[in-house]
């Protein structure tokens, strides 16, 4: 979903189907506007307490355990906070302190991954930093620092000097077996990264494409979250139409040369990065409103990448459709044929009506082709419906799916939602079920974003910046491909 932080022009109310609240955002313009609900973490009860509702809950289980009612798997209904991850022994995403201090959260003497706490100690001075010395909850720092790799602990935490940078891993050809996305071997691969705004927008008034590549890619980011480095797997592309919503220094016109300029040298750099790119065609509309100029697009641009691995080609970022699959169908159809007779080894991801939310009805009623990754899109407030999570639930068992869209900004109603009552509950969702991801979005300005406007990563408890980057560190080695 592509927004700027802009003010936007007069608000557009659009209907939506299947009984789902209005998306929360619209197009670069246009903003329905909810109020979100912040759900503050619940008090803990005491380790006594809770050993004395153990025993009589067993007592009592036999009982009580034939009346209860049926319930739900519990990654559809996750408590708040989530399973903790590994990066952050506390949680919690912190901001970083100035090396050697403690954390803005005040909790001390958490270590990092594998590494011990020193009882009380605010500094983390009595840890010991584990393997990687990634930094826990009392800073960047930590005991003894994180040690980047190729780089040695220094007092106080400083990462010292990083080694050379890794090889590019593979990107070999993917493909389709039933529900999963697998690699050359079969091995089940999950897709793990960030998206991008509009290319044009991103080169020309927030810093550079390469430049946000290297910034997602980082093997040496110390500041932000509690992880070391960045580990996006894969990148998606927003290439906003010329009659879009969307008004960027340079988008797309069939003529130009934005396919050598833009286009082109991204997908190589991102190749050479060992990334794997999404081409994300933004519409946000009802698909009947766009045949031609969808069906030109792919007719230009899938010749150009059918021989390039490491693309998955995304048909049509949003449709509405008045929430109606069977609108939908017929176009997602002709435009996966015309990528498919000119590139047939490429993923090919279809969008579902409602803004990407009826993904069950897409998945039951499919288009016929292979090599299909159904997408969906979840911000807070269609993770508060336990129903569209069913929905996700659901097409997971039938196709490979990719929620190329997600994310959260407690600042903005629209948004709202935090670590706790969102992204880590949604991410232990995405977890149970393998299904591949970009953050929307890498920006300063598209909303919600991931970085300030000095290109530093948001982070703490109410933005997605450290958040994100720590979920790709901890997942970095799960489902990866590998090379012919």
């Known amino acids: 979903m592509l927004i700027e932080s802009r003010p936007p022009g007069p608000e557009a109310q659009i209907s939506r189907g299947v009984g789902a609240e209005p998306h929360p955002l619209t197009a670069a313009r246009k903003s329905h506007i909810l109020t979100g609900v912040h759900r503050p973490h619940p008090p803990r009860p005491s380790l006594g307490l809770v050993g004395a509702l153990l025993v009589a809950g067993l007592a009592t289980a036999a009982l009580t355990c034939a009346q209860d009612p049926p319930q739900v798997p519990w990654y559809l209904n996750p408590a708040a906070g989530g399973a903790r991850g590994v990066a952050c022994a506390s949680g919690r995403l912190v901001q970083a302190p100035a090396a050697g201090g403690t954390d803005a959260s005040g909790v001390g003497g958490s270590a990092g991954v594998g590494g011990s706490a020193g009882a009380g ?39 010292g000097a990083m080694g050379p940078l890794p090889s590019a891993r593979a990107t070999p050809w993917l493909h389709v077996d039933g529900n999963k996305i697998k690699d050359p071997h079969g091995n089940t691969v999950v897709l793990r990264g960030v ?98 100029t969808t069906s030109a697009f792919w007719t230009e641009m899938a010749p150009k990448f059918a021989n390039d691995s490491n693309v ?54 499919p288009i016929q082709g292979h090599d299909l990754v159904f997408v969906a899109h979840m911000y807070p407030q ?84 450290g958040f994100v980057k720590d979920w790709l560190y901890e997942d970095k080695d799960k489902n990866q491909p590998v090379g012919p």
Request: charge should be negative.
């Open 195 to 292: 998206a991008f705004p509009d290319l044009g927008e991103l080169e020309f008034t927030e810093g550079g494409i390469r430049q946000m590549i290297d910034r997602v890619t980082s093997p040496a980011e110390p500041a932000g979250g509690c992880s070391p480095s960045f580990e996006s797997r894969v990148v998606r592309l927003a290439v906003s139409p010329p009659d879009g919503d969307a008004f960027t220094p340079k988008q797309y016109t069939p003529g130009t040369d934005y396919y050598e300029t833009l286009l082109r040298p991204t997908v190589d750099y991102l190749k050479q990065k060992g990334l794997y790119a999404i081409i994300d065609w933004h519409y946000i509309a009802d698909t009947t409103a766009h045949q031609s």
């Open 121 to 159: 100690d605010p500094a983390g001075a009595s840890g010991s930093a584990g393997a990687g010395g990634s930094a826990g909850a009392s800073g960047s720092a930590g005991a003894g620092g994180s040690a980047g790799a190729g780089g040695s602990s220094g007092n106080g935490g400083s990462a």
């Open 312 to 365: 998955l080609f995304e048909l049509y970022n949003e449709p509405v459709n008045g929430g109606n699959w069977q609108t939908v169908k017929p176009d997602m159809q002709v435009w996966h044929d015309i990528v498919r007779q000119a590139a047939p080894r490429n993923l090919i991801l279809v969008g579902s009506a409602n803004w990407d939310q009826a993904v069950a009805a897409a998945t039951g009623d």
């Open 382 to 465: 269609h993770w508060r419906q336990i129903s569209l999570r069913q929905q996700i639930d659901s097409a997971a068992k039938r196709f490979p799916i990719a929620i190329t869209e997600w994310g959260f900004d407690a600042s903005q109603s629209d948004l709202s939602g935090t670590v706790d009552d969102y992204g880590a509950p949604f991410r232990d969702f995405v977890r149970e079920l393998n299904i591949s991801w970009t953050s929307w979005c890498a920006s300063t300005s598209w909303r919600p974003t991931m970085f300030n406007r000095d290109f530093t990563l948001r982070t703490g408890d109410r933005s997605m910046g």
